[in-house]
């Protein structure tokens, strides 16, 4: 900036405008400074990163594969003398292997997807 900018913001009366925004920049930049600066102390703080011998390799069998089977719904227990159950009355898990192994299939002439309520079979 040359001392013509000065020169007018110090005779429009904006001075103090002009004196507040360069001082709230230096705020700004010296917070973004010393944020840099407390980041990279944390970093320093924190355990190396592993070595490439530390690092996780596949098991001797080779790659694990997923395992797909055809679950179906376990119904919640109903409580007795109509007081609620707790929790510790429930399974653990919310289905079970189904007796079907069989994957439902997509049949030619049929709804678009299972229970969609669509026109179905002809």
């Known amino acids: 900036m040359s001392t013509?900018?000065?020169?007018?913001a110090a005779s429009s009366g904006d001075l103090l405008n002009v004196i507040a925004a360069f001082v709230g920049g230096l705020v700004i930049a010296g917070a973004l400074i010393w944020a840099f600066w407390f980041g990279m102390r944390v970093?320093?703080?924190e355990l190396p990163r592993?070595?490439?011998g530390e690092q996780p390799h596949l098991p001797d069998g080779g790659a694990v594969h997923e395992m797909s089977e055809v679950r179906e719904p376990d119904e919640v227990p109903h409580a007795e003398d109509g007081e609620r159950l707790m929790?510790?009355?429930l399974h653990h898990a919310g289905s079970r292997t189904g007796k079907d192994q069989h994957r439902r299939r997509w049949m030619p002439g049929s709804s678009g997807s299972f229970g969609s309520g669509g026109l179905g079979q002809r």
């Open 50 to 52: 592993p070595q490439p």
């Open 43 to 45: 970093r320093d703080r």
């Open 4 to 8: 013509a900018t000065f020169d007018m």
């Open 87 to 89: 929790p510790y009355e």
